[in-house]
């Protein structure tokens, strides 16, 4: 395995230069790359290194650092690696390459993505609507758009739950279990 | 009295060898002459059947000597019926072929209708002669006017055809010669009649070998298989008339010779069957040649193949009826043949290769050459209610009565055939786009005449059919009467 | 007796009959199908109540005059089976019209519903409709061969086209068709597991599939209509059966008795049997069932 | 002049003057048309009577012309349905271009039908089947389309047909010694065995292209098609009707004197039940309506011949009858595509959709004519059927009826195509422009349909002159009464009494229509096909929810082995093989000269070789 | 007679009876709630003995079950198949989603009450509600139809303005057929 590993890190460094790699545990690989570079190095990994299929796509949205971060993870059934492709865009201004021609199942995340981050794929030809239907605001995904707020000033709200309780409170003392330290956070 | 029977041959070759010497007068009597000379030869023909069918043959002794002595010529009424019909087509031929290079220059059109002239008179002469030498002097005119109008365009494919006509053409007279030799050196005559009186008295062996050598010869002449490769290319290749004359004169003159020489000379057995099988194979070989043939006057040159074919079918069939069927099969291929050549000249006139996807769309474009070439198509086919159905109906009714049921099966199935290839150009005619820079030509005047005329009388026959059957069942009576036909010629009438 | 009024009364009658008893047998039959399955079911007047409230329904939509009719054609057609088929043996209580009982009439008859509903089911305009109408088109294709088959067995066999005379047959005889032409039987009631449209043949509904076919636009009075002629329908096809087969019924008690036996055997093959295809279903009855069909003509002929 | 002569004349001169009016104006061509084709057939119900004759002679063979009782039905065919369709044709023909060609063709057809129907003699009859043949054939290639394939196939396959029938003619005339039809009847029983099975085997070659019969049906689905629609109703109604008629007369006076029980007419009935089937499948396969109903066609003569083949009473009653109805129906569906075509411009189940609120009076034509097609009571198409079956029933064909009965029912799917595919389902925005077809061409449809309603309770009116006809040929009627006005029995005494049987649908119909109607009248609307349910979608005006396409899908894959064996393949293999074999004898003729010497060379020596066995 | 009050009376009270007895339920099932419907369907607790059967096309059901909570993208779909109904109709909110937004409350995209928008008969609470209480809230419907109380059809009808003011306001493209009665 970290033969292989070895072996396909060199590749990667060898015709792209930038990539940084991160080795995980177990059977997968990260590199972050240019934007520039995802078609090339998706192609190379999938025509060259026989990495024929595309598991993922996903996207982060890093508010912070005023980024996106698109992550394709494909995998190689014969060598039975993961490799995940990273690469950040800028947020203000999200545009990538399509790479719906490599695989035609990237077409999908590409359309989601689009409608759910704003993020603009070059040259993907879908329609616009996706999943929303009518859908006015800015890209409900972003962490910047407060969904609270907003079906609060869109929906109709049942009264009796505007104090926002949380109800494991209640639970907890009822039946005298502790609330895990991890789940705190989440209350509110 | 119009003229006597000897006027037929005499006066076309004196006009033949005239043309040039008028010409000189005024050059447009080279082409006012042979008409005038034609519709005479028509006229003249015309009256002296309709006088033959009423009285008996006419025998034109020429120069005092009786027969079998002596040339003589015989105008019954069978030689009389295809005298006429040769004669009419011949008018046709120059009626429709009058303009013939007008605008061009006169040489060619001089040459042109020498050899029509020729054409015709070496034809009525083979039609109406009773003494087996000068049929074969006739054969040799009719030839050597043939082989010239063959190669009239001078160019390589015309000298082509004409050679291969040329070289057929003199392996024929050979084997006439040779048959005439023989003839005579064991019955002492050329007398068709006397030969046909004397012949039982001939050794069979020379008379088989003579029967095979005059065969061989008239069958290049009548277009038997497979002595027929040199037609296509000559009907071909040769001007538009012309083809029309081979098929309606040259081509009859021929059966007519052939059909002389069975019906009256010999006394053979099995020369029925002969005809009959040849004729047959004639039919098939022609009719399935013609059609995988790609060029429009290539496929009418083995439609007229196969035609002759059927005709000698129908005389090789042997009875009353079968003859009666073969005149009338002569005469709607006479008639109708002739306008398919003419009208189907005009739907290739611009073209050069003459194919048949060419004739695409002209319906449109000159309607009326279009149906009568449909029509004629459909005649020639026999599709009632036109000409040719009668004669196809009568074909078939003789060869049935003598429980021939397999060659009705086959000479259906070839009609089936014909009618394909037909039909084929028909459609395109009518229902294709036009390719483009493809210029139809407007028939003149005069064609339009003679193919209209063509068309009425196929219209005419084909309603009312009775208006021929009288003169064809006389003719065919005549053809079967053997000894009568001895009698005449010898004078031996009481 | 015999006038013209009389025989009316005696439609409406057997009508009546026919409906009561048919809404029953489907009653039962969910019943039956739900205690196969261990559950309660509903109780076996559970369709008189749906026919009931789908009646009482007070709005109604139709697409245009063929589907607003397609419920009467079929009508037309249930009737005019349950008319032809004697509902007694010698014409007692319910001589119906009868028309002589022809069985080429009665097979004609018998198609001139679903073609008219087919005709409504078109018009909707949905195309689960016009699907479970070719469904139903090709696999009425496939039973009508065994079908016609034991049919015509029958009528070489006994030199006549009426039901009448079959039924006057088996009375002479005082055998029952079912076991004297048992081919003929088996054809036929392996093509009447189509004719039902239970399970594995229920490809024209589909529910899951088509969303009920051809009568997925039809609500309300239409549907009542359509169940109330499935009723119908349904007795006079057992009972055409019973007649045919199992020498009639003297009285209402047998004639119940011996159709709800027929109806058994098309419910239960049903309830263990999941859905065929629609060509699935036609080679089903081009197979065996036409087999059967055969060796009962063959029968028919030399015995 | 006798007025037989008159009313062929009038035919003659009116397909010419027809033709030629469209020159001068079209308003004065549709009346002379109309007028050549209404005139004589007024002339001929007025003025000619049964058993009237003329005589005359043409080319040597003595001719006679006139009507038998036979012939008097399909005249009532021919000129019935060739008035109406004349009447239909003016609506049809407007505007478009080549009205004259179409008038003279049409004229001309419907004189050669009523001409055969006339013939007593075989030449007249084979001069008017021909003029029949090609007239329809350029009716046939009128668009000019598909010329070199369909048109030259049915022309083929006429002259095959027409070829053979003419050898059966001189055969007979050798036989005879004259051409009448009558003396051929006569000497029929004491020909020797062989002629008497040649001489119908080769008629039937003849009439049964014609009549579409099995290995000859090819030509038909392509030439029915391809035909204006105007035109294809009679070609379909009372053209093929010709072949039946032929067929009728073959097997009622010819056949019938062969020994009991001959294979002949099984033979026969089993190719006019395969040809049933047959069309039938391929008829639910086709997309197109012209082809459907071309198919069916192929299919509902197979009926007919059958019928006819059996030979007993009931049988051939069924068949004539049968032929009567599909002309009536067969020619309104093809008006009503015709109509169709004309109206939105395509025939094609896949593209028109939702007619029937556009078209009802078509619609409603079309609705008749298919429960006519399709046999169901009341109409006209079931006392047919039902007569057929019980023919074949009584006369032990079992085997033969399941076939029937399996095509007839097949024919329901393509009859509810029909139906659907252009009238039912969604009504497309594409077709809100569609109108109603012009009154010309409605009316003739809604006659049509109409009288199939009529004949389907009354068939007494049509079965007396068949029983009349069948009679005139020579069919011994047995001493019982098969039929009554509206009462059909069988041979075994069980009947069908069909006023009841309408009186009863029709009350049955009324009241329920009448429940439907008033219960929750006010509550009840009509929607539009776009308001469907459809998972809770809103279907767009652009969005085309229309099932046509792989209509029968299911059905096509449960028969798919038998549709996989074309009979079209065999043909066009055997044309091909044939071209491939005259392109070898095209090689005999090289164009080489010296060939050509050696060949009359050769030609010498052999003959001179074997001329003792050849001569002499 | 038929007009006739009290004869309108008897036949109200026969009809409710049958509309009780008989509730042809189109489930629209795209919350994660439509995991009950089989259970309450099938053997174990056998909803047809109660007469409720599921029916396969709006035209022929007597009420729509909304089980769980509803998008935007489906409310839109809901409406037009209630619209499609035929009277008399009744519409049963299934789980918490429906009542107050459950646990999508601040969803973007998700309702919260669902009686704003629909007529509701019937809610059942619970998230999931178990089969039983799905039955129970059959049984409830049950009672309201023969008290003859369940007329939220009628109220749609009335209110419709309100209503579709509401519906419009969560669905901006508006695209749909009028409702007619």
């Known amino acids: 395995m970290e033969k292989i590993k070895a072996n396909l890190i060199e590749h990667i460094k060898t015709s792209f230069v930038t990539a940084k790699e991160t080795d995980f545990d177990g059977n997968r690989l990260d590199f972050l790359v240019d934007k520039q570079c995802i078609p090339s190095i998706l192609t190379y990994l999938k025509d060259r290194l026989g990495y024929v299929h595309l598991t993922h796509i996903t996207c982060v949205d890093w508010l912070e650092e005023n980024e996106f971060e698109l992550i394709y993870i494909v995998w190689s059934p014969e060598e039975k690696v993961k490799v995940f492709i990273r690469t950040r865009i800028d947020r203000e201004k999200p545009v990538i390459a399509n790479i719906d021609m490599i695989w035609p199942q990237a077409h999908t995340y590409e359309r989601e993505f689009r409608e759910l981050y704003g993020i603009q794929f070059e040259g993907l030809v879908a329609p616009d609507e996706f999943i929303l239907e009518d859908w006015t605001g800015p890209p409900p995904m972003r962490r910047d758009f407060d969904t609270a707020a907003y079906a609060a000033e869109t929906f109709f709200e049942r009264p009796g739950r505007e104090d926002a309780q949380d109800v494991r409170e209640t639970i907890t003392k009822r039946s005298g279990e502790e609330i895990p330290d991890f789940a705190k956070k989440y209350s509110r | ?494 | 007796m015999d006038s013209i009024w009389y025989k009316i009364l005696g439609v409406v009658v057997s009508f009546i009959l026919a409906f009561i008893v048919g809404m029953t047998y489907m009653g039962l039959s969910r019943k039956i199908i739900a205690r196969v399955q261990n559950r309660k079911g509903p109780p076996f007047y559970q369709n008189f109540i749906d026919a009931m409230k789908l009646y009482s329904k007070s709005t109604a939509i139709h697409h245009g005059l063929m589907q607003h009719l397609g419920p009467a054609f079929i009508m037309v057609s249930s009737i005019m089976t349950l008319m032809i088929v004697p509902v007694l043996n010698d014409g007692k209580w319910f001589p119906n019209l009868n028309f002589d009982g022809d069985l080429i009439f009665l097979l004609y008859i018998m198609v001139f519903g679903p073609l008219g509903m087919a005709l409504g089911a078109g018009q909707t305009g949905n195309p689960n409709s016009a699907i479970g109408v070719t469904r139903g088109l090709s696999q009425m294709v496939g039973f009508e061969i065994p079908w016609v088959m034991a049919l015509v067995a029958l009528m070489m066999q006994f030199k006549t086209t009426s039901i009448v005379d079959l039924m006057e047959v088996q009375a002479q005889s005082g055998t029952w068709l079912m076991f004297s032409s048992p081919f003929a039987f088996i054809a036929a009631v392996l093509a009447m597991l189509g004719m039902f449209r239970y399970s594995p043949f229920d490809i024209v509904g589909a529910p899951t599939e088509l969303a009920s076919g051809p009568v997925s636009e039809n609500g309300g009075k239409y549907l009542f209509t359509l169940m109330s002629s499935g009723a119908v329908f349904a007795f006079a096809k057992l009972t055409l059966y019973v007649d045919l087969f199992m020498g009639g019924a003297d009285n209402l008690i047998v004639l119940l008795l011996k159709t709800f036996a027929i109806y058994l055997i098309p419910m239960l093959y049903g309830v263990v049997s999941p859905r065929y295809r629609t060509e699935q279903a036609i080679r089903y009855f081009w197979g065996w069932p036409t087999f059967f069909g055969l060796l009962a003509i063959l029968h028919a002929v030399f015995f | 002049m006798d007025m037989i002569y008159l009313i062929f004349l009038i035919f003659l001169s009116g397909a010419v003057i027809s033709w030629l009016a469209g020159k001068v104006n079209h308003v004065l061509q549709d009346i002379l048309f109309l007028a050549s084709v209404i005139v004589p057939s007024v002339l001929f119900y007025m003025n000619v009577s049964v058993g009237q004759e003329v005589h005359f002679k043409a080319g040597g063979i003595d001719l006679s012309w006139g009507i038998t009782d036979f012939g008097w039905i399909f005249s009532l065919i021919v000129l019935g349905l060739g008035v109406l369709a004349a009447i239909y044709s003016v609506g049809f023909m407007k505007g478009k271009e080549r009205r004259g060609y179409f008038y003279f063709n049409y004229v001309l057809s419907i004189m050669s039908m009523l001409g055969i129907l006339f013939s007593k003699d075989f030449v007249s009859f084979f001069i008017f089947w021909e003029i029949m043949t090609w007239s329809s054939y350029l009716m046939v290639i009128y668009n000019g389309k598909h010329t070199q394939s369909i048109g030259i196939k049915y022309f083929i396959f006429s002259a095959i047909g027409a070829y053979a029938m003419l050898m059966a003619i001189v055969i007979s005339h050798s036989v005879t010694g004259n051409f009448m039809i009558a003396d051929l009847i006569t000497a029929y029983p004491v020909l020797s065995f062989n002629l008497q099975l040649l001489i119908p085997i080769l008629l039937l070659v003849g009439f049964g292209v014609k009549a579409a019969l099995m290995p000859l049906h090819v030509w038909a689905p392509g030439a029915y098609s391809n035909s204006p629609m105007a035109y294809t109703s009679v070609f379909s109604g009372a053209l093929s009707k010709m072949g039946v008629y032929g067929l009728s007369i073959v097997m009622l006076s010819m056949i019938s004197h062969l020994p009991e029980g001959f294979w002949f007419r099984e033979v026969l009935a089993w190719m006019g039940a395969i040809t049933a089937a047959i069309g039938t499948l391929w008829a639910v396969k086709q997309d197109d309506a012209k082809k459907l109903l071309a198919y069916s066609s192929v299919a509902q003569l197979g009926y007919i011949v059958t019928g006819i083949a059996i030979g007993t009473e009931l049988s051939i009653l069924a068949g004539l009858f049968l032929a009567v109805m599909h002309a009536i129906f067969k020619s309104t569906l093809f008006m009503a595509v015709g109509a169709i075509e004309r109206q939105t411009g395509t025939t094609n189940f896949t593209e028109v959709t939702g007619l029937i609120r556009k078209m009802p009076w078509t619609f409603l034509a079309s609705l008749m004519s298919i429960i006519a097609l399709a046999g169901i009571p009341p109409l006209g198409g079931f006392v047919g059927k039902w007569m057929l079956y019980e023919s074949l029933i009584t006369s032990d064909h079992y085997m033969l009826i399941i076939l029937v009965f399996f095509s007839s029912t097949a024919a329901f799917l393509y009859c509810y195509k029909f139906l659907f595919g252009f009238f039912l389902g969604q009504e497309e925005k594409e077709w809100a422009h569609v109108k109603e077809a012009p009154v010309l061409m409605v009316i003739p449809m809604l006659v049509l349909a109409g009288l199939s309603f009529v004949l389907g309770t009354f068939p007494g009116l049509i079965l007396k002159p068949i029983d009349a006809g069948m009679q005139a040929l020579g069919f011994a009627p047995t001493n019982q009464h098969l039929w009554d006005t509206s009462i059909l029995f069988n041979s075994w005494g069980n009947q069908v009494a069909l006023q009841p049987i309408l009186y009863a649908i029709l009350g049955i119909f009324v009241v329920f229509t009448i429940f439907l109607t008033i219960k929750g009248y006010k509550n009840t609307r009509y929607v539009t096909t776009k308001d469907i349910s459809s998972s809770g979608e809103v279907p767009k005006e652009h969005e085309n929810l229309t099932f046509s396409i792989n209509f029968f899908q299911p059905f096509m894959r449960a028969v798919e082995p038998v549709m996989r064996r074309q009979i079209d393949k065999y043909y066009n293999g055997f044309a091909n093989g044939l071209e491939a074999l005259f392109d070898f004898t095209r090689k005999i003729y090289t164009g080489n000269g010296q060939t050509y010497a050696i060949y009359v060379i050769l030609f010498l020596i052999i003959m001179l070789l074997i001329k003792n066995n050849v001569f002499g | 007679m038929i007009n006739d009050k009290s004869s309108q009376k008897i036949v109200d009270i026969i009809q409710n009876w049958a509309r009780k007895q008989s509730i042809w339920v189109l489930a629209y099932g795209t919350g994660c709630g439509a995991i009950e419907i089989p259970p309450t369907m099938t053997s174990r607790y056998d909803a047809e003995r109660l007469g409720v059967r599921g029916a396969a096309t709006p035209r022929q059901a007597d009420v729509l079950l909304i089980t769980g909570y509803l998008t935007t993208k489906t409310l839109k779909r809901v409406i037009r198949v209630y619209e499609q109904m035929q009277d008399p109709k009744y519409v049963i909110g299934f789980g918490s989603c429906t009542i107050n937004g459950g646990m999508y409350y601040d969803s973007y995209n998700t309702i919260k009450v669902l009686d704003k928008y629909l007529p509701v008969d019937v809610y059942i609470n619970g998230c999931m509600p178990r089969p039983e209480s799905v039955l129970s809230g059959f049984g409830k419907l049950q009672e309201l139809i023969s008290e003859g109380k369940a007329n939220g059809a009628q109220e749609y009808k009335d209110n419709l303005e309100w209503y579709r003011a509401n519906q419009k306001r969560i669905i901006p493209n508006w695209v749909m057929p009028d409702y007619n009665w």
């Open chain 2, 1 to 494: 009295m119009v003229g006597t029977p000897v006027l037929l041959v005499v006066i076309p070759l004196l006009a033949a060898f005239l043309i040039p010497l008028l010409g000189m007068i005024w050059k447009e009597l080279v082409r006012i002459i042979p008409g005038l000379v034609l519709l005479y030869m028509f006229i003249l023909s015309a009256t002296l059947l309709n006088q033959v069918l009423h009285t008996g043959p006419i025998v034109e002794v020429i120069a005092g000597w009786r027969p079998p002595l002596g040339i003589n010529l015989v105008f019954s009424p069978f030689s009389g019926f295809l005298v006429t019909l040769m004669t009419f087509i011949g008018l046709m031929v120059w009626i429709y072929s009058y303009r013939f290079k007008q605008n061009v220059d006169f040489e060619p059109a001089k040459k042109y209708f020498i050899l029509l002239m020729m054409l015709v008179t070496g034809s009525v002469g083979i039609v109406l002669t009773g003494d087996i030498f000068n049929l074969f002097v006739f054969i040799e005119i009719v030839g050597i006017s043939a082989y010239a109008l063959t190669a009239f365009y001078t160019e390589r494919n015309s000298a082509e055809a004409a050679f291969k006509y040329l070289f057929m053409g003199a392996l024929a007279s050979t084997f006439l010669l040779l048959a005439i030799m023989i003839i005579y050196t064991q019955l002492g005559t050329l007398n068709m009649a006397d030969i046909a009186s004397k012949m039982p008295e001939m050794n069979t062996t020379y008379k088989i070998t003579a029967l095979v050598f005059l065969l061989t010869a008239i069958g290049i002449e009548a277009e038997m298989f497979p002595l027929n490769g040199w037609a296509a290319d000559a009907y071909t290749e040769s001007p538009g008339p012309i083809g029309a004359a081979f098929a309606g004169i040259v081509a009859k003159a021929g059966v007519y010779a052939m059909v002389r020489i069975i019906f009256t000379m010999f006394d053979v057995d099995g020369t029925m069957q002969f005809m009959l099988y040849i004729g047959l194979i004639t039919l098939i070989v022609a009719e399935t040649t013609a059609l995988r043939q790609d060029r429009l006057k290539r496929m009418l040159a083995y439609s007229s193949i196969g035609q002759m074919g059927l005709i000698m079918v129908a005389f090789g069939i042997g009875t009353a009826e079968g003859v009666f069927a073969a005149l009338f099969l002569m005469f709607n291929h006479a008639i109708i043949k002739p306008l398919l050549f003419f009208s189907g000249s005009y739907l290739v006139y611009n073209s050069k290769d003459k194919f048949i996807h060419e004739t695409n769309g002209m319906g449109k474009h000159i309607p009326i050459t279009s149906i009568l070439f449909a029509l004629g198509a459909f005649a020639i086919v026999g599709l009632p209610p036109f000409a040719g159905f009668w004669s196809k109906l009568s074909i078939l009714t003789a060869a049935a009565d003598e429980n021939m049921i397999i060659i009705i099966a086959l000479i259906l199935i070839v009609s089936i055939i014909e009618l394909v290839y037909y039909l084929r150009v028909v459609n395109r005619i009518y229902f294709f786009k036009m390719a483009e820079g493809v210029e139809p030509k407007k028939p003149t005047l005069n064609a339009l005449f003679v193919m209209v005329t063509l068309g009425v009388i196929i219209l005419l026959v084909g309603f009312y059919p009775d208006a021929i059957t009288g003169v064809l069942h006389k003719a065919s009576g005549d053809l079967l009467d053997k000894t009568k036909y001895i009698q005449d010629v010898l004078l031996l009438n009481p």
